[in-house]
């Protein structure tokens, strides 16, 4: 059904980190989650281990729209000409479990949850 | 609802991005559905009364 070619003339990228993917090619299906926190914290740093488990953010349920079935949506799609062209691409970072993908990619489901934390010194709590 | 799509070639020049990240997605292709969600949780003391930096110079 997607026979499109996607033609790119360059890729130029500095960094690629913390499961991102760079995707030559086709695909079905992606789902990529990323669960992060971040801390901003004022005086010597102590080894603190933080559980992604004590807080809500990362415990509620992700509330994923219901298929609409009421809008169906019958879509007819002719190709007449089949490629994608882009010459050029420059991409700086792709991280946090990102995807750059030259090609087809059916189906995306993506959830990006990210809690931040400020831990000032007391004695300055205003 | 009906929807014809015709497509006649696409041509791109140059593409120039900073930074793709937190699981999101740079696609050259086609694609039949996308679903996106992301949580987001800022520190309560995050927000201080009293001196708001200016954000422009006006």
Excluded: C
Aim: aromatic residues 6%.
């Amino acid at each position: 059904m997607h026979d499109r070619i996607s033609n790119v003339g360059q890729i130029y990228t500095i960094g690629i980190s913390n499961a991102g993917i760079l995707n030559i090619g086709d695909s079905h299906q992606a789902t990529p989650k990323a669960r992060t926190m971040a801390i901003q914290k004022e005086g010597p740093t102590i080894k603190k281990d933080l559980q992604f488990e004590d807080y809500s953010i990362f415990r509620q349920k992700a509330n994923w729209p219901k298929t609409l079935q009421s809008a169906k949506v019958r879509k007819k799609t002719i190709h007449h000409d089949v490629n994608i062209n882009v010459r050029q691409v420059s991409l700086m970072a792709l991280s946090t479990s990102s995807i750059f993908q030259v090609g087809n990619l059916n189906k995306i489901s993506s959830e990006a949850r990210v809690k931040h934390f400020r831990m000032l010194q007391d004695n300055e709590q205003n | 609802m009906n929807m014809e799509i015709h497509n006649w070639g696409l041509n791109v020049g140059k593409v120039e991005i900073t930074a793709v990240g937190s699981s999101s997605v740079f696609l050259i292709g086609d694609n039949d559905s996308i679903v996106l969600s992301s949580f987001f949780d800022t520190p309560p003391e995050s927000f201080t009364v009293g001196n708001i930096v200016p954000l422009s110079l006006s």
